[in-house]
């Protein structure tokens, strides 16, 4: 139960970090249950599929490239990425079919964009995985 408890330690930090200075903005990080978004610290029912779904990030040059090790097979591959700033803007978004080889997007940031950004990465059969990142 640790793990749970720390992700919703976790989701009550970026809820409040994600609100601190902007009004009106997602605090519905503060309610996500258990098992709706997975991250390498919260695994849940996943755990030891991380390696394969956890999004790896990669910032430079003001572009974003988000990319999932994940297989790409027809009964088994990421269906989406998106890239989401903390007021909930997406910046980008990329959907994947079986035949694509990798599951890669690369995003160009806004002019001068510093602040948080979360990747989402979308597997058929394990879900939601986000990764929380500052550039
Ligand atoms: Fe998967």
């Known amino acids: 139960m640790n793990s749970r408890r720390d992700f919703l330690k976790g989701s009550l930090v970026l809820g409040v970090a994600a609100a601190a200075g902007r ?37 430079e040059g003001g572009k974003v490239t988000i990319l999932t090790p994940h297989p790409m097979t027809p009964a088994h591959f990421i269906v989406k990425h998106t890239l989401l700033s903390a007021d909930g803007n997406v ?3 990329k ?9 890669e997007s690369v995003y160009n940031l806004p ?7 979360w990747a989402t990465s979308f ?3 394990h879900d939601l995985w986000l990764t929380e990142f500052t550039v």
């Open 95 to 103: 959907t994947f079919t079986a035949a694509d080889p990798k599951a």
């Open 91 to 93: 910046l980008g978004e």
């Open 23 to 59: 009004p009106g903005i997602a605090r519905a990080a503060t309610t996500f249950p258990p098992g709706l978004v997975y991250t390498k610290d919260y695994l849940g029912r996943w755990k030891g599929k991380e390696g394969a779904h956890v999004p790896k990030v990669t910032v």
């Open 111 to 117: 002019a001068d964009f510093k602040g948080a950004l």
């Open 123 to 125: 597997c058929n059969l």
